[in-house]
């Protein structure tokens, strides 16, 4: 009632009302981003409407991850399908030298009917046939040995022959391992038959 018109007058008059802040953007104006790909779009907005939302539906996803992954690498194994292949299996090295145990015999692959035929032979109470049973065992032992440093041999001349540039570490020794198993129950599944040159 009292105050002077100067002290209004000097009053700040340049506040910005609020709702300036919300005003539509010019369409004409940059955005200051890059438009995003419409496939860039649609897998961000798939990505988000799967994202599990508790630690529940999340440990659910990933045991069902993780069990179509075992499927697809059993398949693998099963058909020698490379994409889904343990690490231990993968590669042009591994499958060589899966091929070349393959495509031959080996002694160390008759060892467990061998071993059942010693040890029935074994029981029988008939000092001759029992005699018989441990040089059998040690025939066979001599004869493994003996076909697993021949076949290593070979398998590291053939590996440095065609693959001079890539590393073949470990690859003796895997194929080593797979002659002991018996064909029908190798995993990979053999791929090429006997006596066909890998």
Do not use: C, H
Not at 25 to 50: C, L
Not at 56 to 81: F, I, P, S, V, W
Not at 90 to 103: E, H, I, M, Q, Y
Not at 174 to 194: D, G, I, N, T, W
């Amino acid at each position: 009632m009292f105050r002077s018109r100067a002290k209004e007058e000097k009053a700040p008059t340049d506040k910005v009302p609020a709702a300036d802040s919300k005003q539509p953007r010019d369409p004409q104006a940059p955005k200051g981003r890059p438009t995003p790909k419409r496939s860039e779009a649609q897998s961000q907005r798939r990505s988000v409407a799967n994202t599990p939302t508790t630690r529940k539906d999340a440990a659910k996803r990933q045991r069902e991850d993780r069990r179509q992954a075992l499927d697809r690498q059993r398949q693998a194994l099963a058909t020698g399908d490379e994409r889904y292949l343990p690490a231990r299996d993968k590669g042009p090295v591994r499958r060589f030298a899966r091929d070349w145990v393959d495509s031959r015999f080996n002694v160390a692959e008759f060892f467990l009917p061998l071993a059942v035929v010693i040890l029935v032979l074994s029981v029988v109470r008939v000092g001759a046939i029992q005699s018989i049973a441990l040089l059998l065992w040690l025939v066979v032992i001599v004869l493994i040995v003996l076909d697993a440093a021949f076949s290593g041999f070979r398998l590291k001349k053939r590996l440095a022959q065609r693959f001079p540039d890539q590393n073949t570490r470990g690859a003796v020794a895997y194929a080593l391992m797979r002659s002991l198993q018996m064909r029908r129950l190798r995993l990979p599944k053999p791929q090429v038959k006997r006596g066909e040159r890998p």
